[in-house]
């Protein structure tokens, strides 16, 4: 049996929390349920990949109750400490505000190697989306700048490097050599000239940047829209640490700035919208980060906008219910902001 399953058993999960987790909440006395609740649960034969939220009740001494998402992300063949450590050197640094937060850490689980970890809770900005409510989505969007830009001015310390794999576009999993021999295996290399071009153009471009010695800042790495979540009325959080590392600022802001207008223009159907809120990000940012939009940085945002364009047209090539039509559309549309 594949270990992981243990943790889908809600009296293994009790057990295991009352040991590993109530020490980190000495105001409670006890743990007296964990409802699980899966996020992501990919499980093999002997390896997995899984986010799971337990809905932890914990009792005090005079009979109070409080009930707190604890979150496992576990993965077989990734080092999920990284997620712990991360957040341990934001909790060191008081990243955190009245308004501004990321989740709290708790354990790592070498046995299932797993970084376990106090969730937030509200609804994504995705949600809002969703749901039109773009009030509140320019509220979070806003709010989103401010965040983006006092993690982009976190002190970075010598010797920490993070996930270092994923700080360049040419090592982030699962690599440009894995899509390339995927992409060339599915559609009979009728891709492979416009990916190696496309990409050697993004490499490129980024190591010119990262061979400098100034600029690079801590970056989250995968900044969407459905990692922002909203913790109550003017406040957000930011969650998913798995990809945090040292590179270039401008990813991050590329990254979210083209999720935003995917998700608002593509899935909300309003690309007006899509744009005016684009902008309201990226003006709060330069004004919050005190770092302009000069040329030479949105030209780094444009990198990475198209890059992150191209992993949602890969992801729609190599999907199991792939969509190769929608897929080309995207990659026709970075080869014309491109010029090639």
């Avoid at 982030?172 to 060339?184: K, N, S």
């Avoid at 471009?205 to 600029?215: H, Y």
């Avoid at 459905?226 to 802001?253: H, S, V, Y």
């Avoid at 909300?268 to 899509?274: D, F, I, M, R, T």
């Amino acid at each position: 049996m594949n270990k992981i399953l243990e943790l889908f058993d809600e009296q293994f999960v009790l057990d295991f929390l009352r040991r590993e987790a109530l020490s980190f909440y000495p105001e409670w006395s006890e743990i007296t349920a964990a409802k699980i609740r899966p996020y992501k649960k990919m499980i093999w034969t002997t390896t997995y990949h899984v986010v799971l939220e337990f809905q932890t009740t914990f009792k005090a001494a005079d009979g109070r109750t409080a009930v707190i998402p604890v979150i496992c992300s576990a993965h077989s063949d990734e080092p999920r400490e990284l997620v712990l450590n991360s957040l341990r050197y934001l909790e060191a640094h008081n990243f955190n505000t009245t308004n501004l937060t990321v989740p709290r850490p708790l354990f790592y689980s070498p046995h299932f190697r797993a970084a376990f970890y106090q969730g937030l809770q509200g609804e994504n900005l995705f949600y809002y989306i969703k749901n039109n409510d773009f009030n509140e989505v320019e509220k979070m969007v806003r709010l989103a700048a401010q965040l983006f830009a006092r993690l982009h001015a976190v002190p970075l310390e010598a010797g920490e490097s993070f996930n270092v794999l994923n700080s360049r576009i040419k090592t982030v999993v699962p690599g440009v050599e894995f899509i390339y021999r995927e992409m060339a295996g599915r559609y009979d290399k009728r891709y492979d000239a416009d990916l190696q071009k496309i990409y050697n153009y993004f490499i490129t471009t980024e190591e010119k940047f990262l061979a400098t010695s100034g600029g690079k800042t801590l970056i989250h790495g995968d900044a969407h829209p459905e990692n922002i979540i909203k913790t109550g009325e003017g406040q957000i959080g930011l969650i998913d640490f798995t990809d945090l590392c040292i590179g270039d600022p401008a990813r991050d802001i590329g990254t979210f700035w083209q999720q935003l207008e995917y998700k608002v223009g593509v899935k909300a159907n309003n690309y007006q919208e899509a744009v005016r809120l684009a902008e309201i990000f990226k003006e709060g940012y330069a004004s919050v980060s005190q770092r302009p939009i000069t040329p030479d940085f949105q030209e780094r945002i444009d990198l990475y906008y198209n890059w992150t364009m191209l992993r949602t047209a890969i992801f729609l090539f190599l999907k199991h219910d792939c969509q190769p039509a929608r897929g080309e559309e995207l990659l026709n549309t970075i080869k014309l902001r491109l010029g090639f």
